[in-house]
């Protein structure tokens, strides 16, 4: 499973894409040694168990469990592997791309009803 998820984090670098792991082995120290080793380069939290509390919330029954969640936050599939997984981050990648973009600026204050704007009448 890693080299698909390694090959995908090459294919969508610098776009809106991203993985998150989360581990479920008890010896930590174990864990980091195998990510170095499998050379696992996306953010991964530890639950610490598979009865941990982000295996709980989620309800994850069994390992892994992947979800394939759009820009919004909304669970768009749910233990989707290879091509079948590649085809809905295409279709979600494509999606943010394409939305128009959003400002974060601060919206400006109203003009009062009487004032000339600076740009002339």
């Given at each position: 499973?890693?080299?698909?998820?390694?090959?995908?984090?090459?294919?969508?670098?610098?776009?809106?894409?991203?993985?998150?792991?989360v581990n479920s082995d008890q010896d930590r120290a174990?864990?980091?040694a195998r990510?170095?080793?499998?050379?696992?380069?996306?953010?991964?939290?530890y639950a610490g168990s598979t009865r941990g509390p982000i295996p709980t919330r989620w309800n994850v029954s069994g390992w892994p469990t992947i979800y394939v969640i759009d820009h919004k936050g909304v669970i768009r599939a749910k233990n989707v592997r290879g091509k079948q997984m590649e085809a809905w981050i295409d279709k979600l990648v494509a999606e943010v791309e394409a939305a128009p973009a959003v400002s974060h600026a601060k919206p400006r204050k109203a003009e009062k009803k009487n004032k000339i704007p600076e740009h002339g009448l």
């Open positions: 499973m890693y080299p698909h998820e390694r090959s995908l984090v090459t294919k969508f670098a610098d776009r809106p894409f991203a993985i998150i792991g174990k864990l980091k990510m170095k080793e499998e050379n696992i380069t996306w953010r991964s939290f």
